[in-house]
């Protein structure tokens, strides 16, 4: 597709990765070939097919916020730490909190605080040919938003695929499923059972060099009426993609 790879990381929980590194956020390509049973959740979703599974939250205090949900009366895991060698450099160090996936239908989210960020946010990974800076929204099929909006302290407010809740970056929409696609202007959404998340929207700096670079790897995006490009699950691992 155009994008640029970190290396292969092997994490102390069993489970290995890929990044595609953004400004300030990221796509992690996950795999769990040796079962834990944090990991468990991520077994059973490959176990179904590709897609998109998690979110990631970023916090400074993976503890702290453990404890204010817990004060909030939500049970989430206790926090985690684990750790992955970095070409030589050093120990990339994390702590997480995975959060009740009933809480939101659909994507299990976690929060995710970086001890490492130097060793993950490396000089250069950034620079992809598709020219994208950023996640910019993430599309989720569900009934209701009220799960959402309970874990993250915020309103959902009406937008035509069905209603928005602002993250404090990118927001996350939960969507009915006609809607969405006529949002996408018909491209292919996942195969997978619902609730799933249905679509993740990437800025792009120029979108015609988007364009060329999809349409150089074999793709056919489709472009929308106010000029993003989608690209549909079935060319995308199990999720939309829209380049905007």
Known sequence: MGFRLTPR?????????????????????????????AMQYFTDFLAAGEGLGAIALATQ????????????????????DFSRPVENLGEARFRIVQLPPELTPGCRMFLCQHFTRGLVWRSGYAAHALGVTEIAGIAVLAAEARGYERLLGA?????????????????IAVCEEERLRQRLGGAALPARARPAVGALFLRVSDRERAAGALRKGGFSPVE?????????????????LVFG
């Open 155 to 171: 309103r959902a407010r009406p937008i035509a695929e069905g209603a928005r809740i602002d993250t404090g970056t990118a927001p």
């Open 224 to 240: 929308l009426k106010d000029g993003a490009l989608a690209l549909g699950a079935d060319q995308a691992h199990g999720i939309a």
């Open 9 to 37: 990381g092997y994490h102390t929980l069993g489970s290995q990765n890929h990044c595609l590194m953004f400004g300030s956020d990221y796509i992690e390509l996950l795999a769990v070939p040796r079962p834990h049973p």
């Open 61 to 80: 205090d993976a503890a702290a916020a453990h404890a204010e949900l817990a004060a909030a009366g939500v049970g989430a895991d206790a926090p985690l």
